[in-house]
């Protein structure tokens, strides 16, 4: 199979060693994606060391290819401020071809530091339509990845309308949840999938019950399972609908699996640029070997022609599977055990009494050296058969002579030691010529602190001395009309999962009046996931939306950020859910700097130290909820029951009997599968002063009308009247999350 990259397409390829590096890029990868020592989203890989990240980057640049490093796990300040420059500069000076970002401090971080340096936004930062891409793109990323879950036309959209390189999985291991709003592992284990430590907990078994507890899925309890992505079949329409890099998963992988996938799309990929898509097809032999590198399962189409499924899922076992048979590794032995040589032309020029000479060029360089002065021969003289067979021994240079030409006399000597010298030499200089094209100058361009940022500072400043605001932000009828209710309650977050896209003006517009009425200010709470038809209804509602005056909405994705600012002038009316991630004062800047949002909430996985160190004035702190562990496009009522198109809630019970609530929210087609405990730090009060947030948020989303009172009289004690506490007052179960332990 063809091992020649190509500038058409990207064939991007994982590699979690050195070794798979070199693999990868001789079976045909056009680019390379790997983990440093730090920041990465594979934590457990074996992951590069310093030494071998520069390694890697010039073996990438010698044979023409990219070399891509992932910092993409959320930072925290003592990381973004002390050790992020020092990280990077190596790398960027080295020629590092881009680096993959999850954090929005992190981008603008490298945008002040490292202009040169190309940025792609990360899958983590769940991309999933036009204004994300936009934003993004006018903010400084060159490259979109986009979420797992788009269809191929959401994709074209986002071609025809942004001016932004489009990247997208085709390959490999499958996500149940939106990449980036996943917190399963780091809640249930202290293992965060935003810090590369995922433990998975979505390939485990879990029994699924309705309301009145009947088992809805015997015998296939991998309900959270995905098979692995397999597009083979179907690269002519990916290509098509504007995808330009072509995303294989794995950098957990062994460098057989890895070679063995690229060569095989390497192979499909020229095949479709060469002869079209019209006599595109796969054979029943390809085909093989796709599945005997290895799947789980079997293979799915993954999300690019489907909404979700339960075609998508493992079934009755989450296990990953490989071929025994030691053929199917044969095929790609090659690629791992020979060297990948670029081709050159060399030429040795031999006359007495002048000084020997050798030329090596290529396409794009040429270069000479010269030697020791020819002598006479006094006994044997050289033989050109001789040099020749020697000079072709190019050892572990990245290097083979395509044709090499020795002109000579006769009756000529010169030890075949100080030829080799010369060769090496000669070698040696090419390279450095092909690398220094890559090379860049130390940078450290600063950006100056924001004004924007410093005023509205200053303005809460002037506030210390007050209380923070007390918010409630309900996604339940009861938890709004108790809100209503207490007088201390300063703000009301109404969820549009209270609404249907049928009714969300007309009953919006009535719990809008019901607010005023209580002398509440009042924020509309987007949807989870703003996918195209999302987008879609919001657009054709926007006009009347605007003219219920409301104070405000809250975000919760990169996408309904760029929507919002095509309508909102005072972008200080927005405000970031916890799933736009602010772990740093950074992250924070630069959300102020760029797009002019000022408050935003807290994510839920720091502790306690890192929240002390960390600028809170105008930030929504977490005091009380049922946090949402998944964000999916996977519907568990669909896969065990039926598509109803009716909202709902059902069970998932985990191995050890706790029962996991799952919403199946219709209108925007999500479900989100919540934490069995609530979050509860209204006890932690006296820590509170500290971390001086601007405002505590109290979220109600499945709790009955009793428990809702309990944690609303509770939250008056403590946080209005000074008073104290036991969670046992109210709750029978809870837990402080990560305020205690916090995440690696």
Known sequence: MKAEANTELELLAPAGSFETLKAVIHAGADAVYVGGSMFGARAYAQNFNREEMLAAIDYGHIHNRKV???????????????????????????????????????????????????????????????????????????????????????????????????????????????????????????RSGNRGRCAQPCRLPYEVYDEKHHLLNPGSPYILSLKDLNTLEFLPQ?????????????????????????????????????????????????????????????????????RNGVDMLTGETSSHSKSSDERTYQLVSGYIEKD?????????????????????????FQVETGGDIVQQAMKRPLEKETIL???????????????????????????????????????????????????????????????????????????TAEKPDIIISSESESGFRQALKREWVTDIYLDSILY???????????????????????????????????????????????????????IRSYDELGFLKEYVHDMAQIRLDAGLYTFSDGAKKAFVKDTGVFRDTIPVELNRGELLHRSNRMSDLFVYGKLPLMISA?????????????????YLKDRYGVEFPVRNHCPDCYNILYNAKPLFLLHLSEDFGRINPAAFRIHFTLEEEHEIQAVLNFAGKTLVDGGTGHPEECLSDYTNGHYKRGVE
């Open 634 to 650: 996977g519907c568990v009522r669909k896969n065990t029951v039926s598509c109803k198109k009716q909202s709902g809630i059902l």
């Open 340 to 364: 990948l040589k670029e081709k050159i032309n060399g030429k040795l020029t031999l006359f007495k009494g002048k000084h020997a000479m050798i030329q090596v060029w290529d396409e794009k």
């Open 68 to 190: 891509f490093l992932t910092v993409n796990t959320l930072l925290k300040n003592r990381e973004i401020n002390t050790a992020l420059y020092e990280y990077l500069l190596p790398y960027y000076e080295a020629g590092l071809d881009a680096v993959i970002v999850q954090d929005f401090g992190v981008m603008n971080f490298i945008r002040g530091h490292f202009p040169a340096l190309p940025i792609h936004a990360s899958t983590q930062m769940t991309i999933t339509g036009v204004d994300g891409a936009r934003l993004l793109q006018e903010l400084g990323a060159s490259r979109i990845v986009t979420a797992r879950e788009l269809s191929l036309e959401e994709i074209a959209a986002i071609h025809r309308e942004v001016d932004v390189e489009i990247e997208s999985f085709i390959h490999g291991a499958l996500c149940y949840s939106y990449s980036g709003q996943c917190l399963f592992s780091s809640m249930l284990g202290g």
């Open 389 to 463: 067979e020697k000079l072709n021994k190019t050892g572990n240079t990245p290097f083979v002579f395509e044709n090499l030409e020795v002109e000579m006399e006769e009756d000529v000597f010169l030890p075949m030691t100080a030829i080799n010298h010369m060769r090496q030499e000669a070698l040696d200089l090419l390279k450095i010529k092909h690398l220094k094209l890559y090379r860049r100058k130390k940078a450290s361009v600063v950006f100056p602190e924001s004004p924007e940022w410093e005023q509205y500072c200053e303005e809460y400043e002037d506030k």
């Open 238 to 306: 990916i290509a098509e609908s504007g995808v330009y890099s072509f995303k294989i998963e794995g950098r957990m992988k062994s460098a057989q699996y890895a070679a063995g996938i690229v060569s095989v799309y390497r192979y499909y990929m020229d095949k479709y640029l060469d002869e079209g898509k019209e006599s595109y097809a796969v054979t029943k032999e390809d085909a093989k070997k796709i599945y005997d590198f290895g799947n789980r399962n079997g293979f799915t189409d993954g999300y690019y022609h489907a």
């Open 500 to 554: 249907t896209h049928g009714n969300l003006i007309s009953k919006l517009r009535e719990d809008v009046k019901s607010c005023r009425e209580a002398e509440k200010r009042v924020y509309f709470m987007m949807p989870a996931i703003f996918r195209a038809d999302t987008r879609a209804f919001y657009t054709g509602i926007m006009e009347e939306l605007l003219l219920l005056k409301l104070d405000g909405f809250v």
